[in-house]
């Protein structure tokens, strides 16, 4: 079993920068892909961002394409989340998710992973 938590959410102004961390527990966390997806107030949840087992291979939602940047250390079983040029659209509550899953294609979909975390809230205000 794993267990993440996220932090590094908060307020910021339009344009600005938020890193967001997701560290987890367990010995296997390198078995895991990891992805970040977001939930605005009355949308569904959204893919962000996603991270294969030993970072090679990384996957953007088109809305966050050079703008955010995913990245792991699985010394420190953590995953990182860089956001800059944030937008008020990218207000959401963010989770990062742990999926045993090795096919690309299948980042994208919230129903694929087995473990979350609580999330931490991003609110870019304009």
């Known amino acids: 079993q794993v267990q993440l938590v996220e932090s590094g959410g908060g307020l910021v102004q339009a344009g600005g920068s938020l890193r967001l961390s997701c560290a987890a527990s367990?010995?296997?966390?390198?078995?895991?892909?990891i992805g970040w997806f977001r939930q605005a107030p009355g949308k569904e949840r959204d893919f962000v961002a996603a991270i294969s087992r030993n970072g090679g291979t990384t996957r953007y939602a088109d809305s966050v394409k050079g703008r955010f940047t995913i990245s792991r250390d699985n010394a420190k079983t953590t995953v990182y989340l860089q956001m800059n040029s944030l937008k008020p659209e990218d207000t959401a509550v963010y989770y990062c998710a742990a999926a045993k899953i090795d096919y690309s294609g299948s980042y994208y979909y919230p129903g694929k992973y087995d473990y979350w975390g609580q999330g931490t809230q991003v609110t870019a205000s304009s």
């Open positions: 367990g010995r296997t966390f390198s078995s895991y892909a």
